[in-house]
Nanobody, 126 residues
Framework: EVQLVESGGGLVQAGGSLRLSCAAS????????IAWFRQAPGKEREGVSC????????YYANSVKGRFTISSDNAKNTVYLQMNNLKPEDTAVYYC???????????????????WGKGTLVTVSS
């Protein structure tokens, strides 16, 4: 069974940090890149970051560049999203998704993702 399971969400004050995890199982992890998306209440889903499994290249949306860091622990089939200096506007449900492509660019955010997790809620209070 294919699974992407997010964890690490929670409530944090503005300026704080959280680390999200995306644990993958049930598919050939090394053939897929991983992207993080988020969806705030009443807003459309937006791409946050992605990482290429083939060369480790990363991409960040402008709204999180310099504050968020995506990384991969291939031995654990897990991708992390370290989120620092969080702002109230970062409040959203965060989803990880797997895509079968070696790239990590803004184009990834427009792909049809092959697999999705169920999401983890991040709430940033002011």
């Amino acid at each position: 069974e294919v699974q992407l399971v997010e964890s690490g969400g929670g409530l944090v004050q503005a300026g704080g940090s959280l680390r999200l995890s995306c644990a993958a199982s049930g598919f050939t992890y090394e053939n897929y890149g991983i992207a993080w998306f988020r969806q705030a209440p009443g807003k459309e889903r937006e791409g946050v970051s992605c990482i290429s499994r083939s060369d480790g290249m990363t991409y960040y949306a402008n709204s999180v560049k310099g504050r968020f860091t995506i990384s991969s622990d291939n031995a654990k089939n897990t991708v992390y999203l370290q989120m620092n200096n969080l702002k109230p506007e970062d409040t959203a449900v965060y989803y990880c998704a797997a895509y079968r492509s070696p790239i990590a660019t803004i184009e990834v955010f427009y792909y049809d993702m092959d697999y999705w997790g169920k999401g983890t809620l991040v709430t940033v209070s002011s």
